[in-house]
């Protein structure tokens, strides 16, 4: 069955502590992979979408990169206002693009 | 570019009543719209697909009579909650793609049923 699965389910950092989110795929065939940032009370943000393996996109002080098998959301320095819960979805190729959402990593950065 | 609207962003019903929810995409086309449904602390849950034009996809579980989707537009999908009750009180959030692949997303309703 083809699933995501987001690590940590939380995490804790402090102001300029540097960290990466993870965002691991089984699904057979991947067309795209998203990352999206979600506010308490607010519909989820677009942030990148990456393609193939070996892709990277930056952003501030956020950096994603995608292997065959898994993503990394990379968080240089973070601030306060990096705090958010951070959501991968997976896009399967050759059939229906209903993305596959993760459960999310709750971020929080401490000033 | 690419911006979802809500409306809605919340609303506070009687148990018996319907509500409609409208999400627009304001500056791009959308032959699909999505609407979810997320609870505190998880995960967006599909609730269905919504098609300019056709019938709309409800994922399993969904009632299709209680959550009435209208996509009537390429603009334009609406979500009816028909006969609500508390236990339908949640944040339902839309989604639109230009070209079928990254999905926006609106800013989100909040019902609350009493």
């Known amino acids: 069955e083809d699933q995501v699965t987001q690590s940590p389910e939380a995490l804790r950092l402090q102001e300029g502590e540097s960290s990466s989110l993870n965002c691991s795929y089984t699904?057979?065939?991947?067309?795209?992979l998203f990352w999206y940032r979600q506010d308490p009370g607010k519909g989820p943000e677009f942030l990148f979408t990456?393609?193939?393996a070996g892709e990277e996109k930056e952003k501030e002080r956020l950096k994603a990169t995608l292997t065959k098998k898994e993503s990394f959301l990379h968080i240089t320095a973070p601030k306060p206002e990096d705090s958010a819960t951070y959501l991968c979805?997976?896009?399967?190729?050759?059939?229906?693009?209903?993305?596959?959402f993760g459960r999310g990593t709750s971020l929080i950065v401490h000033p | 570019g690419a911006v979802v609207s809500q409306h809605p962003s919340w609303v506070i019903c009687k148990s018996g009543t319907s509500v409609k929810i409208e999400c627009r995409s304001l500056d791009f086309q959308a032959t699909t719209m999505f609407w979810y449904r997320q609870f505190p602390k998880q995960s967006l849950m599909l609730m269905a697909t919504?098609?300019?034009?056709?019938?709309?996809?409800?994922e399993q579980g969904v009632e299709k009579d209680k959550f009435l989707i209208n996509h009537a537009s390429l603009t334009l999908s609406t979500l009816t909650v028909t006969s609500a009750h508390p236990e339908d009180s949640s944040f339902y959030i839309c989604s639109a793609s230009p070209q079928g692949e990254t999905q926006y997303f609106g800013p989100g309703t909040r019902l609350l049923v009493l």
């Open positions: 979805a997976v896009q399967l190729s050759g059939g229906s693009y209903i993305p596959t």
């Open positions: 699904v057979s065939g991947l067309r795209g």
């Open positions: 990456l393609y193939s």
């Open positions: 919504s098609n300019e034009g056709s019938k709309a996809t409800y």
